[in-house]
């Protein structure tokens, strides 16, 4: 049975410092992918990691794979207070199609003035 | 373009009642998922249909039915409800079964 470990759970911080959210997996896949979730919101892509060494960067935030490792991150550089949200990385299992992903619990982000 | 759709947006319902949910895809998706999600936990794969077949289900028991109808949209079932069943449901949609799957906002049902 696939598992998806996030950590930590709840992450405080303040604007302007860096720091990196690690989401570890326990079978082999070949599809990672990070969302945001705000209050009472729906989830919103935030990337899709599709192999070995993959790297991608949208504003603050850039996420990696290591898929020998089973390990993804998450690194938020100079956070600003909208970045307050959580943060949930899953997981397709090698040899399924998309669309039945496990999830971790969340990372719940505050970033504090 | 609209995206997923849901509807109810919220509803509460009694211990042992049926409930329906609805989902509308982003026009020109074929594939639907249903995903469970409990206060403070990530969401939990329910059922995911494709062209009106059913291509996977999660762990939930029976009372949990869903189906996909020609024009893609999909309805999921909960019969005899519990208190355990209050969760937010999702549905996302994707054009086939590849990993571009996009999120409604949701129905949030509580049951008491």
């Known amino acids: 049975e696939l598992k998806v470990e996030q950590n930590p759970l709840f992450l405080s911080m303040q604007e302007g410092k860096n720091y990196t959210i690690y989401c570890n997996y326990s079978?082999?896949?070949?599809?990672l992918y990070w969302y945001r979730q705000d209050p009472g919101k729906s989830l919103e892509s935030l990337f899709v990691?599709?192999?070995?060494?993959a790297v991608k960067q949208e504003g603050r935030l850039m996420a990696s794979l290591d898929t020998k490792a089973r390990l993804s991150t998450l690194h938020i550089t100079a956070a600003v207070h909208d970045l307050s949200a959580t943060y949930f990385c899953?997981?397709?299992?090698?040899?399924?199609?998309?669309?039945?992903?496990?999830f971790g619990d969340g990372t719940t982000l505050t970033v504090k003035p | 373009d609209a995206g997923v759709t849901q509807s109810p947006t919220h509803l509460i319902k009694t211990r042992g009642q049926h409930v329906t949910l609805r989902c509308s895809p982003i026009s020109g998706h074929k594939s639907v998922s249903w995903y469970q999600q409990v206060l403070g936990q990530g969401p939990q794969f329910i059922f995911q249909y494709y062209e009106k077949e059913e291509r996977g289900r999660g762990n939930f028991p029976d009372r949990f039915s869903a189906r996909q109808f020609p024009n893609y949209s999909s309805e999921l079932n909960v019969n005899a409800l519990l208190l355990g069943d209050s969760a937010l449901y999702l549905c996302?949609?994707?054009?086939?079964?590849?990993?571009?799957?996009?999120f409604g906002s949701g129905t949030r049902l509580t049951v008491v």
């Open positions: 990691l599709l192999s070995n060494g």
């Open positions: 996302a949609s994707s054009r086939t079964m590849d990993y571009g799957y996009t």
């Open positions: 079978t082999t896949s070949d599809r």
């Open positions: 899953a997981v397709d299992e090698v040899g399924t199609n998309a669309g039945k992903s496990t």
